[in-house]
């Protein structure tokens, strides 16, 4: 079973973003699939007693994007690139509104590995990993929009190039130093943001 082309899904991102709603609705069908995929990846991770569920997840996500107005889609990556975003925004607010309804108990956690950041043992909060992200980002804003792409929107390395308009090797290394700057930051270690 094959998917839809990314151009199909440019052109009805496209559609959309010119006032065509109807463009939406053959759109969601086709990128849910995608969609449910990595936000089931974070979901996996979490302790049985979590209450935010994938498609709660999901679902949020696409009633803030039904809010975007005058949007201009650029393509597929672009789309995701804003997901991601959005997919941070969410459980970043849900990580820091269960610490604080529990005042310091248990905190929503999020595997850094997933195949893509470290090792499976290590684990750090959404939360954590936000205040990580925004600490990246003002000493290097590209390494940090790398790994939102990467981790939250499940972008590809060339997905991720095509976004932020930069070469598959560039990724590749700001991926690599952004992992090892974040473990050290999570770790607790070196938080002189080098």
Not at 117 to 124: E, G, L, Y
Not at 136 to 154: H, I, N
Not at 170 to 183: F, I, P
Request: with cysteine; hydrophobic share 40%; proline share 2%.
């Amino acid at each position: 079973m094959s998917g839809p082309s990314t151009h199909e899904i440019t052109q009805l991102l496209q559609a959309w973003g010119d006032g065509d709603e109807g463009a939406v609705d053959k759109l969601t069908p086709l990128v849910y699939r995608e969609l449910h995929q990595v936000a089931q990846r974070y979901m996996a991770h979490q302790p049985s007693d979590h209450t935010l569920q994938t498609t709660a997840l999901i679902n949020e996500v696409y009633l803030r994007l039904v809010n975007l107005r005058d949007m201009s889609w650029q393509n597929r990556a672009h789309f995701f690139a804003v997901c991601a975003k959005l997919m941070r925004r969410i459980l970043t607010d849900f990580a820091r509104s269960r610490r604080y309804v529990k005042r310091g108990g248990h905190t929503t956690l999020v595997s850094l590995d997933e195949a893509r950041i470290v090792s499976q043992d290590s684990r750090a909060d959404f939360a954590a990993l936000d205040d990580a992200l925004n600490r990246l980002g003002a000493v290097d804003l590209r390494k940090s929009q790398v790994v939102e792409l990467r981790f939250f929107g499940g972008l590809s390395v060339e997905e991720t190039a095509e976004v932020l308009k930069v070469s598959s090797d560039t990724v590749q290394r700001e991926w690599k130093m952004a992992k090892l700057w974040l473990l050290r930051q999570l770790g607790g270690e070196g938080r002189d943001g080098a």
